[in-house]
C-alpha cells in the first residue's frame, strides 16, 4: 500500500511542476501540444482545443510541450516567439508551483505543533561528556556554530552532525553578553528519552516554547527554508566528493524510503505525517534541483535563454534556436543516463539489504 502511495506522490509532484508550466503558458498565450502526466504509452489521453491531455505508464516523469521548446517555429504563439519575460515566467512557474507544494505541507504540518525546541539550554543528560576552552551553560543561547546561524535546536544537531565529531565554535549569548566558545566537543551517544527510549544524541537539552500563530507560521518557514540548505548541502558535499554517487538515490530509492517510512510509524496518523513530511522535502528538492543551470533542467533553460538574448542583443541577429535545443537533448540524454545509474545503485542497495 505504501508503494503505491509513494508513486502517488511522485505523480502528484511531477503533476504539480508541470501543471505550473502549462498555466504560466496558457496565461502568455504559448501553445500547449500536449500536457502529459508519466512517461511512455499513454493509458488515457484525450484532445481538447489545440492540446492532447494524456496520462502515461510510467509515473516518474512528465512534460508539457510547448510549440517551438526545442526548436524554431513560425507559429506566432511558439514559445521561442514570446518575450524574454513571458519565457522566463513560464520556466520559472514549475520550480515554483513544486516550491509552494511545499511550503503549504509544511504549514499544514505545523499547524499541529504545540512547542518547538529553540536555541535556549535548558540542561543537559546524565553522562554528558563536553571540553574546550570555555564549555556550554545552562541558559546559553546558541545563535551560531562555526560561523553558521543556529535559530532553533534542529539547526544545533545539524551543525554538530556535520562537524563529523570535530571541536566546533559556538557563539552565545550569556547573561546580556555575547561569548565565543572555543573548540567545544560534545560526544553523540546513546541518551535515554523522557519516555523510557534512547537515541543518539548530543546530550543537550534546549527549552521549548509554546507555539502561538505567528511562531508556527515563523516555524514553518524557516524548515521550508531548512529544506533548501539541506539540497544546497548535499551539492556542496557532492561537488566537494564529501559524498559519492553510491549515496545517492533515485525514483526506486525513494520510493522505497516513502515506503518504509510508512510501515514503521505506530499507528496511521502518524504515517500520513511522516510522509507528508518526506514529500513536502521532495517537493522542494525538486523545486531547487529543477533551477540548476544544467541543461534540459528549467535553470538550465533559464540560463541560455539570458545567454542567448545577450548575445543576440550583442550581435545585433537572431540565433537559431536549434542549437539551444541540440545543447538540452544531450544534456536529456545525460540525465537519462544517471537516472538508470541511480536505479541500479537503489535496486543493488535493497537486495544487499
Not at 534512547?198 to 508556527?216: D, L, M, P, Q, S
Not at 518557514?221 to 545517492?248: C, E, K, P
Request: aromatic residues 8%.
Amino acid at each position: 500500500m505504501y508503494i503505491v502511495i509513494a508513486i502517488i506522490v511522485f505523480g502528484i509532484l511531477i503533476g504539480i511542476h508541470e501543471l505550473g508550466h502549462f498555466l504560466a503558458a496558457k496565461a502568455c498565450r504559448v501553445r500547449v501540444n500536449e500536457f502529459s502526466i508519466g512517461m511512455g504509452p499513454a493509458i488515457l489521453k484525450k484532445q481538447k482545443g489545440e492540446t492532447l491531455y494524456a496520462l502515461r505508464v510510467l509515473p516518474l516523469g512528465g512534460y508539457c510541450a510547448m510549440e517551438g521548446e526545442d526548436g524554431d517555429s513560425s507559429d506566432e504563439r511558439s514559445f521561442t516567439r514570446k518575450s524574454v519575460w513571458e519565457r522566463l515566467a513560464v520556466l520559472f512557474a514549475g520550480p515554483f508551483m513544486n516550491f509552494l507544494l511545499g511550503l503549504l505541507i509544511v504549514l499544514l504540518l505545523y499547524a499541529q505543533v504545540e512547542a518547538f525546541g529553540s536555541n535556549v539550554v535548558d540542561s543537559f543528560s546524565e553522562g554528558v561528556s563536553m571540553t574546550g576552552e570555555t564549555v556550554l551553560e545552562a541558559g546559553d543561547r546558541i545563535t551560531r556554530i562555526d560561523g553558521k546561524t543556529v535559530r532553533y535546536a534542529g539547526d544545533f544537531t545539524l551543525y554538530m552532525d556535520r562537524s563529523g565529531g570535530k571541536p566546533v565554535d559556538m557563539t552565545v549569548r550569556r547573561d546580556g553578553a555575547t561569548l565565543t566558545l572555543r573548540q567545544v566537543l560534545l560526544e553523540k551517544k546513546l541518551f535515554p528519552n523522557d519516555d523510557g527510549t534512547e537515541t543518539y544524541r548530543y546530550g543537550v537539552n534546549f527549552r521549548t516554547v509554546r507555539a502561538t500563530a505567528g511562531e508556527r507560521l515563523k516555524l514553518g518557514l524557516y524548515q521550508t527554508y531548512s529544506f533548501v540548505r539541506s539540497v544546497l548541502m548535499g551539492l556542496s558535499d557532492l561537488i566537494t566528493g564529501a559524498v559519492g554517487l553510491r549515496d545517492m538515490s533515485g525514483a526506486v530509492g525513494i520510493v522505497s524510503v516513502i515506503s518504509e517510512t510508512g510501515r514503521s510509524a505506530p499507528d496511521a496518523r502518524t504515517a500520513v505525517m511522516n510522509i507528508s513530511y518526506i514529500s513536502a522535502f521532495l517537493a522542494v528538492n525538486l523545486a531547487v534541483m529543477n533551477l540548476l543551470p544544467i541543461p534540459a533542467l528549467d535553470g538550465g533553460r533559464i540560463f541560455f535563454m539570458l545567454v542567448v538574448h545577450a548575445l543576440e542583443k550583442l550581435l545585433r541577429r537572431r540565433i537559431d534556436p536549434r542549437y539551444e535545443g541540440y545543447i538540452h537533448m544531450a544534456g536529456m540524454a545525460l540525465l537519462l543516463a544517471l537516472m538508470a545509474v541511480l536505479v541500479v545503485n537503489d535496486v543493488w542497495r535493497i537486495i544487499g539489504r
